[in-house]
């Protein structure tokens, strides 16, 4: 008996084990349910061939009178061997019926784990069992007062031993979601109905009649597991393969089924032997006991290295000894050698105290590296440097108009544009930190400086009218100040409050006739739309005035974004384009000393200041991890060909209409080689990003660890598979360790570092504690199929709070299908914010990367050891707090909405001398 019990604890922790890696091979719900049906192919073997140890006589019964000639054909099979004369016996409908409603709970139960993973609520099984059980025989619970007591004996056979021992196992496995609750209750009544029809008969005494006549288990009804298994498995096998059949219809084949038959056979014939053992164990003790058994095996196959916090992994090792308790308690007392089976409990504690042990040996050798003064961490450096850097930024600002007006022209080569005294007069008394640094509206604004005033003009009235443009028409009014968007097909109560947030921020402009009237442009989407042609380019449908819509929706952009780069790369040619060509003529008769840049995949300026900035950047050994010194190069696509396989925008957005031309469209975020004018998002302003002081916590009450949770945004997951390199998933991948991958390190001592002795290591552990990342919501598919791979691939959380990163040290920002509007919120707060993104927006001038926030690059290398050092080390614990603390300050001091008047204040100057109808073409 001890032996039966001991093989199906294992036997179900190996099952679980190897469930856990089918997401190695792809397609993990079509896997799951191939190898179960393996499992009740194989199963009837397996308890035959133990009955026939037993006995020489084997009894079949049929299931019900229509299914008889398949059943006994199936059986002649099984027996061909036997001497025994086989005829279909009668069996009472209460059985049959029993039967099926057995073999559609384990199908049911079956199809549950393929597609949503461990219900988190299995737990409650084992006191839900027990209270069914006292209901339908109250006689066994008598005898099991009158046994002898033993400390174990509650967990067992009381309700609230049984509830405790759940209650421990659930807050270690759920994620307490809404719809996994749900459906977690409904397969807990499933599989209760199901055990009632494993009980024995009841007794002949007319109380427990009535009781299992209530609960429809009369006598007769109930089912020998051993006797009916190839009637059962008869029954779960068709099911499993309608399931199968379903699955294909619904989600298509599955293209590399054949590379992982193994691991799926293996895993198969670990589930038929889970079975077989657990049958055996429950046919000397209770079927109760098979709960306990199951949920064991569960626990006891939690990786620890993956768990997000010590609450969680010391919750799972409670789980797995509560319940290996239950095991224990549940066999009959006269079974010899229950106490060996306390040794089984070494199957979590064992890879536990590894985890542990890799913690500590860790952390321990960080503080040996970087806890003296004799080595200093490439984070300090950057840092250091990037601090000395903005300091220098802050005290270069013009102090007076004078000072303000040369240093435009030294910028800029031309004079700067009418009212710009009264915007220096407006940002002076309101106190901007920043006089100079405007260089993003500069850099936004001078490519279209080659169109006229008037062809600028009919410009936005041909893009407005072009079919498929999909952009906002917004009208300023120079005297009142206020913005009015329209859309040829959207109602204007749906402008994304695009209209509400210029007026708002411009209103303090009201009445000082400051501004002309000016139209403007909007993007209306996400993701951003110009890309800007270079003054040479010789292809006719280029001609200043003329522009062309392409859509690139769900289609790779890289081509299309990166022609103009040196490489000279070619447009995609499988996308839908129409060309609009306005009859407005250039001006030849013009003349200018402006050095502006038209191609805007260099955005730079003349200020030489940034060069010198990073070039001390560039000077810090970071050895061998690519932590970012350089901002402006490491979202510059013409350098990094290999981000066309590392984020969504490149490789298939959501949408995406591109413009080629010069059309002037104001975007929320653009990619180095595109020619949007930056505007600050309206979802800044938005009350889902707002941040709230009230339910921060201090730094000292953060959990050190990196937060991060959201949805698959960011890349459409078409039927090529491309959405596991998308940006965020590759981020959710490396946070949850997936792929055993290795990572690169920093550490000293290194035979191959420099001169003071640090070098690049490598190392696969990861401390899964300093981690608490996850998808909340699964969208964004080409079809259910690639959404439900999304989902067994990495599993999805309940809905987050959208407070709940503020309780933590480091959290993570990361672009979605375009900006992420909750970065204002993470700047503000008591938090360190990492950040990941290929788009530039408008505040680049005002933020500084290693000052008020960490940069991270898009390949995320360095991501293990820049976390590791941040909340591992005393040293990077102070550096973290000290970002912290310096952005907070900084959003407090810069990104007030007076701030973002200023920007668009300034910004409105330069599109009012674009438009101006006076203006000549300035060529380059």
Known sequence: MAGSAAAALLCAALTH??????????????RQLCAETVCWLVLPVLVRSQARSRTTTWNFRSISKAASPVIWSFHSLFNAASPVSWKPPRRSKNVSNAIWVFAAGAAAAACYHAEAGVPGLLPALTPLLLIT???????LQVLASAEPWSLLSPLANTVWGTGLAAAVAIFALSNWGLQECLLSAALLGALVRVYIHLLPAASSTATTKTTATT??????????????????????VPMLAAALLLQALAFGLPGNMVAGIVPTLVLGLAKALSWYFTIRTAHSASWRIAAPITVFGIVAAQDPFLQSTETQALGVLAAAFLTLAQVIAMLPRQTKRKWALWALFLLPLGPYLANISAIKAAQAAATQDWG??????PVEALMRAAREQFDQKLARQSKDFATAEAEYVRRYGVEPPAGFEAWHTFATAHGSLLIDDFDTIFDSVSPFWRLSGREVRQTLADAYATPGMDVFHCAFSGHTARTACRHPKRSVTFDRNIGLSLTQLLAPLAGTGALPDIQLLVNRLNEPRVVVPPPATSDATCRPTNFTVTDLSHRPTWDALTRHCSAGLAPSSNATTTTTTTTTSPNSNSNSNSNSNSNSNSNNNNNNNNDDNNSNNNKINTYGLPFLSDLASATDLCLHPEYSRQHGLLQSPTTFSLIRGLVPILSTGRASTMGDMLFPAPAYGEPEFAYDARRDVPWAAKRAALYWAGSTTGGFAGRDGWWAS????RFVALAANRGGRVHAAAAAGGASGGGDGIARVLSGFLDGRLYDVAFTHVFGC????????????????????????LRSQLVFDVDGDGISGRFYMLLASRSAPLKLTLLREWHDDRLAPWVHYVPVSMGLEELPELVFYLTSTDAGR????????????????????????IYLYRLMLELARLQDPDREALMP
């Open 17 to 30: 084990h190897l469930s856990s890696r089918l997401w190695e091979l792809g397609s993990i719900q079509t």
């Open 133 to 139: 059980e006292n209901r339908l025989r109250p006689e």
């Open 215 to 236: 609960l429809g288990c009369r006598d007769g009804a109930a089912v020998n597991v051993e006797e009916a298994i190839v009637d059962i498995s008869l029954c779960v």
């Open 372 to 377: 003296t003064a004799e080595h200093q961490h």
């Open 726 to 729: 998308f940006h965020r998933q």
């Open 782 to 805: 080409a079809s259910w199929r690639e959404c439900r791979e999304q989902r067994g691939a990495f599993g999805t959380r309940a809905w987050a709070d959208r407070h709940a990163p």
């Open 878 to 901: 102070q550096r973290a707090r000290e970002i912290a603390d310096r952005g907070r300050e900084w959003f407090a001091k810069a990104f007030r909405d007076v701030d973002l008047t």
